[in-house]
């Protein structure tokens, strides 16, 4: 037994002398046990796993795909600024409801997403620039459009209600089309979009008489979804659950995530 003993204690010296060697200026050390000191490392955070790239470009992981968060290598310069890396930081999973409406143009390898009120001048421009800015992109595009009016405690918000309407006869995108470039917004305005795309003021009253209260379920449900996400007044716009807009990713710039977009899903 005695000679055991002697065998273990040779072997931890050994293996405490091997690890004394090994260790940096920072090694503490812990208290003895048995006339044997073992040495200790302070740990630091550990450095990331070594990019892998094939072909000089870098591999993007499944994760990064999902997410959004790709390495920084692959950023274009425009997508490294603060107020964009904060934006691809803050990328948000959009889960629409049924009653959404979603305006199917492309393959939806880019989905923009509009959270504002219909009846806000401001909000509109910020819709007109959007448009402007995807236009070139309607192949990839879809386009979701959920409801968040400045006061949430209004009793009406005609211009999203009529929205209602609209989209009740599948013409929820042709009226929104009249809608943003409207200079003086009334209840007037918003009857006269309704006609002018087409729907009759029969089925206008009829839609109303019968679907009333669904409509205001709806866009009660579309200001709870906004809530949840963050946002409390519009506008908010998103492209694939990333913020844009304003210190975010200016729409002269959009392109350039546009793109970067596309080749990610490509990668």
């Not at 393959?107 to 959007?130: F, H, I, N, P, R």
């Given at each position: 037994?005695?000679?055991?003993?002697?065998?273990?204690?040779?072997?931890?010296?050994?293996?405490?002398?091997?690890?004394?060697?090994?260790?940096?200026?920072?090694?503490?050390?812990?208290?003895?046990?048995?006339?044997?000191?073992?040495?200790?490392?302070?740990?630091?955070?550990?450095?990331?796993?070594?990019?892998?790239?094939?072909?000089?470009?870098?591999?993007?992981?499944?994760?990064?795909?999902?997410?959004?968060?790709?390495?920084?290598?692959?950023?274009?310069?425009?997508?490294?600024?603060?107020?964009?890396?904060?934006?691809?930081?803050?990328?948000?999973?959009?889960?629409?409801?049924?009653?959404?409406?979603?305006?199917?143009?492309?393959?939806?390898?880019?989905?923009?997403?509009?959270?504002?009120?219909?009846?806000?001048?401001?909000?509109?421009?910020?819709?007109?620039?959007?448009?402007?800015?995807?236009?070139?992109?309607?192949?990839?595009?879809?386009?979701?459009?959920?409801?968040?009016?400045?006061?949430?405690?209004?009793?009406?918000?005609?211009?999203?209600?009529?929205?209602?309407?609209?989209?009740?006869?599948?013409?929820?995108?042709?009226?929104?089309?009249?809608?943003?470039?409207?200079?003086?917004?009334?209840?007037?305005?918003?009857?006269?979009?309704?006609?002018?795309?087409?729907?009759?003021?029969?089925?206008?009253?009829?839609?109303?008489?019968?679907?009333?209260?669904?409509?205001?379920?709806?866009?009660?449900?579309?200001?709870?979804?906004?809530?949840?996400?963050?946002?409390?007044?519009?506008?908010?716009?998103?492209?694939?659950?990333?913020?844009?807009?304003?210190?975010?990713?200016?729409?002269?710039?959009?392109?350039?995530?546009?793109?970067?977009?596309?080749q990610r899903q490509v990668n």
């Amino acid at each position: 037994m005695m000679r055991l003993y002697t065998f273990f204690a040779i072997l931890t010296a050994c293996y405490s002398t091997a690890m004394a060697q090994n260790v940096s200026d920072t090694t503490a050390a812990v208290p003895e046990i048995e006339g044997i000191t073992v040495p200790s490392k302070t740990l630091s955070d550990e450095p990331p796993f070594k990019r892998v790239f094939i072909n000089g470009r870098p591999v993007v992981t499944k994760s990064e795909k999902k997410t959004g968060k790709a390495p920084i290598t692959t950023l274009p310069a425009e997508l490294r600024t603060p107020g964009a890396q904060e934006a691809l930081k803050t990328r948000k999973d959009i889960q629409a409801y049924a009653h959404t409406p979603v305006e199917k143009m492309g393959s939806g390898k880019l989905v923009y997403t509009e959270m504002t009120d219909l009846s806000c001048l401001q909000c509109m421009q910020l819709l007109v620039d959007a448009d402007g800015a995807m236009a070139s992109y309607t192949e990839h595009l879809h386009r979701v459009h959920i409801s968040l009016p400045i006061d949430a405690y209004s009793g009406t918000n005609l211009a999203a209600y009529y929205g209602k309407v609209a989209q009740q006869f599948g013409k929820f995108w042709e009226y929104r089309a009249i809608i943003i470039n409207i200079e003086n917004p009334n209840a007037d305005s918003y009857t006269q979009a309704l006609l002018d795309i087409g729907l009759e003021p029969r089925d206008i009253r009829k839609a109303i008489l019968k679907n009333s209260r669904r409509y205001y379920r709806e866009l009660d449900a579309d200001v709870v979804l906004a809530r949840r996400l963050g946002q409390e007044k519009p506008p908010a716009q998103f492209i694939n659950g990333t913020p844009i807009g304003g210190a975010w990713l200016p729409f002269d710039t959009l392109g350039v995530f546009l793109d970067y977009e596309l080749q990610r899903q490509v990668n």
